[in-house]
C-alpha cells in the first residue's frame, strides 16, 4: 500500500512563500495523477491543485498566479510551491494520490496525513 509523507507548512506572514513536499512509499505508478487539497476550519476540503504524469497542471481560482504544483517521478515526490500567500491560504493541506477519475468525481488511494499552514496578516 503507497503512503504519503508531508512535509514543510508552518506559520508565515502574508506575502510570504512556502514549500510543501509529498514523498509517497511504496509501489507508485508514474502515471496516476496527484493532487493538493486543503481544509479550512468549518470549511469543506477544496482541491487546490492538480498534475498528470505528463506534467499538466491545474489550479483552483483562489490559488491561480501563486501557487505551483510539481512532481519528480524518479523521486515519487510531489511539491507545492506556494507564493503571495494571504491569510485566507490558512489551512490543512493534504497531498492524494488520485486511483482514478470518474464522471461524479476522483476515487483517491492515499492521502498525506495533512500539514498545517498558517498565513498572519
Known amino acids: 500500500q503507497v503512503q504519503l509523507v508531508q512535509s514543510g507548512g508552518g506559520l508565515v506572514q502574508a506575502g510570504g512563500s512556502l514549500r510543501l513536499s509529498c514523498a509517497a512509499t511504496?509501489?507508485?505508478?508514474?502515471?496516476?495523477?496527484m493532487d493538493w487539497y486543503r481544509q479550512a476550519p468549518g470549511k469543506q476540503r477544496e482541491l487546490v491543485a492538480t498534475?498528470?504524469?505528463?506534467?499538466?497542471?491545474n489550479y483552483a481560482d483562489s490559488v491561480e498566479g501563486r501557487f505551483t504544483i510539481s512532481r519528480d517521478n524518479a523521486k515519487n515526490t510531489v511539491y507545492l510551491e506556494m507564493n503571495s500567500l494571504k491569510p485566507e491560504d490558512t489551512a490543512v493541506y493534504y497531498c492524494a494520490l488520485v486511483k482514478f477519475v470518474t464522471a461524479s468525481g476522483r476515487v483517491i488511494a492515499s492521502w498525506g496525513q495533512g500539514t498545517q499552514v498558517t498565513v498572519s496578516s
Open positions: 511504496g509501489s507508485v505508478s508514474s502515471t496516476m495523477i
Open positions: 498534475i498528470t504524469s505528463g506534467g499538466s497542471t
